[in-house]
């Protein structure tokens, strides 16, 4: 079963628009972490985000803003004020059996949502 | 800030041949994973080792083998190369929550 879904395979924004991305994650372990990254047209993976399962407040970096619904598990990830350098594949990923601090251990993706900012 | 570092960033091997990739954790970080990114794909995770010792093993097929040695660098060794492993490699390292990736090395097999 996909532990991770993405269901939108493209998204589009327009410049300094916000945008958001889904993410909907399925796991029986009660300590997870989610994260977010970014994966340009030149390939490297850029870390955004992340998000343990017990945190109280949802995770923020900059413009971008981690939607947190456990009871939907649903991890959304939010873009504010667009950026022509934000066009790029993003992926959700999820890592199982995380603790509250030093936490190890693989991460399991979803398909990718490629995100298209037009000015 | 340091990053990972991985090398070579591009490779083109024939089909049969064995490649070796190398990667260099974030000084300090104690744990280094290394992913497969097939064209179109997400990744994929392949093993993974924490203090030089094997934590994990995921979808590893058993012509790739690594290692961390004890300076934490660690090499992805892959023999008798086939056509599907043309692949993007990933390693990534953390210490704490989060895992940092490096950028990748590029392996072309033809």
């Known amino acids: 079963a996909q532990k991770i879904t993405q269901t939108q395979p493209g998204m589009f924004v327009q410049e300094k628009e916000a945008v958001t991305l889904d993410c909907t994650y399925d796991t029986s372990d009660p300590s997870y972490g989610l994260f977010w990254y970014k994966q340009p047209s030149s390939g490297e993976m850029i870390f955004l985000i992340y998000q343990g399962s017990y945190d109280q407040q949802n995770a923020t970096e900059g413009r971008y803003s981690l939607n947190f619904q456990k009871a939907r598990k649903s991890a959304n990830l939010v873009i504010s004020a667009s950026q022509l350098g934000d066009s790029a594949m993003y992926f959700c990923a999820m890592r199982e059996g995380d603790s509250g601090g030093t936490s190890y251990g693989k991460l399991t993706f979803g398909q990718g949502t490629i995100l298209t900012v037009h000015p | 800030a340091a990053g990972v570092i991985q090398s070579p960033r591009h490779l083109i091997k024939e089909k049969r041949e064995t490649a070796t990739l190398k990667c260099y954790p974030i000084p300090r970080h104690d744990t280094v994973y290394w992913y497969q990114q097939g064209p179109g794909q997400d990744p994929q995770f392949l093993i993974s080792f924490y203090e030089k010792m094997q934590s994990d093993k995921g979808s590893i097929p058993d012509r790739f083998s690594a290692q961390q040695f004890s300076d934490y660098h660690s090499e992805l060794n892959m023999s008798s190369l086939e056509l599907g492993d043309s692949a993007l490699y990933f390693c990534?390292?953390?210490?704490?929550?989060?895992?940092?990736f490096g950028p990748g090395t590029r392996l072309t097999v033809t």
């Open positions: 990534a390292s953390s210490l704490t929550r989060e895992q940092y």
